[in-house]
């Protein structure tokens, strides 16, 4: 089994770009049985 443990202090960095992440934005995408969201960082 795994823990997960909430860290604050810690930020991620974005997977498309070697920026860490302040903040966090999204698009939604509508597929045919639902909808996802698109998750990048501002400097994308
Ligand atoms: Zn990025």
């Known amino acids: 089994?795994?823990?997960l443990t909430?860290?604050?202090?810690?930020?991620?960095?974005?997977?498309y770009c070697p920026a860490a992440?302040?903040?966090l934005w999204f698009q939604q995408v509508?597929?045919?049985f639902g909808?996802?969201?698109v998750y990048f960082c501002?400097?994308?």
């Open 1 to 3: 089994m795994i823990e």
């Open 21 to 23: 992440i302040d903040e």
């Open 42 to 44: 501002s400097i994308c």
């Open 6 to 15: 909430e860290k604050d202090e810690v930020k991620p960095l974005c997977p």
């Open 35 to 37: 909808r996802r969201y």
């Open 30 to 32: 509508r597929i045919f």
